[in-house]
Nanobody
Framework: QVQVAESGGGLVQTGGSLTLSCAAS????????MAWFRQAPGKEREFVAA????????YYTDSVKGRFTISRDNAKNTVYLQMNSLKPEDTAVYYC?????????????????????WGQGTQVTVSS
């Protein structure tokens, strides 16, 4: 069983920055595709960003392109989400997810059903 744990959430003002971290216990972490999803109150969970196995490719939802950056450090079994120019609409619980199959195609990396392992989530609140 792979354990996934997020950290780094908090309260920030509009225009501010936060970096989320996600540590995974997988022995073969580098072969996993890792992703961030988020769920705002009253809304469905949505894809935010993904980084494929080996960090060869990254994908983003349109609303965060140019503001968020996903990266991974395979030596530390950790994936990061650097969030800049935050907006109130970014307020949500952010979840880290791990896909053991290491999906590379964009449609797969965006699909939450691909991810077997999920963290508990970390709250990000952006005040206006």
């Amino acid at each position: 069983q792979v354990q996934v744990a997020e950290s780094g959430g908090g309260l920030v003002q509009t225009g501010g920055s936060l970096t989320l971290s996600c540590a995974a216990s997988a022995r073969t972490f580098s072969t996993y595709t890792m992703a961030w999803f988020r769920q705002a109150p009253g809304k469905e969970r949505e894809f935010v960003a993904a980084v494929t196995r080996g960090a060869s490719t990254t994908y983003y939802t349109d609303s965060v392109k140019g503001r968020f950056t996903i990266s991974r450090d395979n030596a530390k079994n950790t994936v990061y989400l650097q969030m800049n120019s935050l907006k109130p609409e970014d307020t949500a619980v952010y979840y880290c997810a791990a896909d053991r199959s290491g999906a590379r195609l964009e449609w797969a990396a965006r699909s939450d059903s691909r991810y077997e392992y999920w963290g508990q989530g970390t709250q990000v609140t952006v005040s206006s």
